[in-house]
Nanobody, 122 residues
Framework: QVPLVEAGGGLVQTGDSLTLSCLAS????????MAWFRQPPGKEREFVAR????????TIANAVKDRFAISRDNMKSTIYLLMNNLKPEDTAVYYC???????????????WGQGTQVTVSI
């Protein structure tokens, strides 16, 4: 399985910003759609954002669309999740995923990272 490695999580305060990154092998990113999901404590994994191989196609979940942005740098084999004005309800483990399908459901993605914890304090 091709590895995906997330980084950038941490403990922040309400209103702070964080940028998560996901480093993958070139084979993973080559012609793959990429996405971020998150899993809050005690809840199911939920879609956050997705981006197609070109970087032109993007979707942000309604719950965060005014605060989060997704981007990718194919030369660096990396995608990013910029998170602004963080709130306590953004506390979750954030996962990077890759797959051939253009989807917002976890089952459509066949490569996953190990996750990075984001905790937002009041």
């Amino acid at each position: 399985q091709v590895p995906l490695v997330e980084a950038g999580g941490g403990l922040v305060q309400t209103g702070d910003s964080l940028t998560l990154s996901c480093l993958a092998s070139e084979r993973t990113l080559f012609r793959q759609n990429m996405a971020w999901f998150r899993q809050p404590p005690g809840k199911e994994r939920e879609f956050v954002a997705r981006i197609d191989f070109s970087g032109a196609g993007k979707t942000i979940a309604n719950a965060v669309k005014d605060r989060f942005a997704i981007s990718r740098d194919n030369m660096k084999s990396t995608i990013y999740l910029l998170m602004n004005n963080l709130k306590p309800e953004d506390t979750a483990v954030y996962y990077c995923a890759a797959g051939p399908n253009w989807s917002t459901t976890p089952d459509a993605y066949n490569s996953w990272g190990q996750g990075t914890q984001v905790t937002v304090s009041i």
